[in-house]
């Protein structure tokens, strides 16, 4: 037995099992997936009880349709590969399928759940479609039995119609690139719609419209666009992304295109409805003209001249009245006056010449000359001429003569 160096060693482990696993088929589950700037891709690949590391390198990892993730459970094919210079083997991937599904179908769930956490299918984004489009732009293939149907029904249903066709791509490597390109372009060209589609296939025909460059384009574009892929049970990307989703391309055209047919028969109903507007506008013009004249006749200047001039006439002989009644009243009240008036001024008279006497007594009585009358005083308080007999003890008055005025006070007071 002789000597290894731990190269030769590696070597000739690397050369038996290169040799021994040149291509084997895998399962498990994904684990630390590393994607290298290089666009290399590593990872780990696991059980329940061991774990083998793989690579897959840039050129096969480009082929890849759908997204490696944690935990995924894949099926891997490659050659069993050692890495001489740590002495460390790994699997060479080749390819890699989704285990019990196809990659097709876990790219297309995959990109599906990421746009719609993206918000590209909210309805909240989603673009109104006009009802009368002028001119309309068809991202299909030229040749492509789509574009015909598509063709034959816009001119069936609505010849006003300017249509520009957009010769693109619709299925193998470079469609994605052919088909945003359009979409963005004729984004700029002041389209009213853009219908984006082909007619049916296979999921790997239709895979052009599953991918995200063409989401993103959609996404992006601000005019409305219909998407018109495949047949009716078909359901593609673009589908959710579109402003629209027609069943099949033909559909799409009867969809956002209105049926001539169908406007002609609209406008008969809409000149019959405004001749019927009409006729019955003009019935109630024609009744309000009539009540507007048999209230003018009532009211009208005529009317109101004659009722004011009963109202004057009214006015004239109820004041006639009320005046004639009146007079009559003052004649009988002079009659009265003039029977009582002698005996009136007699008894006023007569009166008048009793107060005089009255007065005349008055002012004979508290003439000055009476008051120096030996023994005889006016007496007044507070300077008001007052009788004797109201006078009470320790009241203050004064004495008064047509010459003198004495202060007093009462001492004591007796009634006799």
């Not at 009802?131 to 006003?160: C, E």
């Not at 002698?342 to 008894?347: A, L, N, T």
């Amino acid at each position: 037995m002789y000597t290894l160096s731990v190269s030769s060693l590696n070597e000739q482990i690397k050369s038996l099992l290169e040799s021994t696993f040149e291509r084997v088929l895998v399962e498990g589950e994904l684990s630390r997936v590393t994607f290298h700037n290089s666009g290399h891709i590593y990872f780990t690949l696991k059980d329940e009880s061991s774990t083998i590391k793989a690579v897959i390198f840039k050129a096969n990892a480009a082929k890849l349709k759908f997204k490696l993730q944690e935990g995924l459970k894949v099926v891997l094919d490659g050659a069993i590969t050692l890495y001489k210079p740590r002495g460390e083997y790994q699997i060479n991937c080749f390819s890699i399928q989704p285990s019990g599904h196809g990659a097709l179908a876990l790219a297309f769930e995959q990109l599906k759940n990421k746009l719609s956490m993206q918000g590209y299918f909210d309805t909240s984004r989603k673009k109104q479609l006009p009802k009368f489009p002028k001119k309309i732009a068809l991202i299909t293939s030229a040749t492509g039995a789509a574009l015909q149907d598509m063709l034959r029904v816009a001119n069936k249903r609505y010849k006003l119609l300017e249509i520009d066709v957009y010769d693109v791509l619709v299925q193998g490597e470079r469609a994605a690139f052919s088909i945003a390109n359009a979409i963005a372009f004729s984004d700029t060209r002041d389209y009213d719609i853009i219908v984006v589609g082909r007619g049916g296939g296979s999921i790997e025909d239709l895979w052009a419209f599953n991918e995200e460059i063409v989401a993103d384009a959609i996404f992006r574009a601000k005019t409305p666009i219909v998407s018109a892929v495949g047949h009716e049970i078909d359901w593609v990307i673009s589908d959710f992304v579109a402003d629209l989703r027609a069943p099949t391309p033909s559909a799409a055209m009867e969809m956002i295109l209105p049926d001539t047919n169908e406007l002609y028969q609209y406008i008969d109903s809409l000149v019959s409805q405004y001749n019927q507007k009409i006729l019955q506008k003009i019935y109630n013009s024609k009744q309000e003209l009539s009540h507007l004249m048999s209230l003018y006749s009532q009211h009208s200047i005529e009317k109101k001249i004659s009722h004011k001039i009963d109202e004057i006439k009214q006015f004239r002989d109820s004041f006639n009245q009320t005046v004639s009644f009146k007079m009559q009243s003052f004649s009988k009240e002079v009659d009265s006056i003039k029977i009582r008036f002698p005996h009136v001024i007699e008894s006023r008279i007569n009166i008048a010449q009793n107060q005089v006497l009255t007065l005349q007594k008055m002012l004979e009585s508290n003439h000055p000359k009476l008051k120096t009358k030996k023994g005889f005083a006016q007496i007044s308080k507070d300077s008001k001429v007052i009788d004797i007999a109201s006078l009470e003890a320790d009241d203050i008055f004064d004495l008064m003569s047509d010459r003198v005025i004495v202060s007093a006070k009462v001492l004591n007071k007796i009634d006799i």
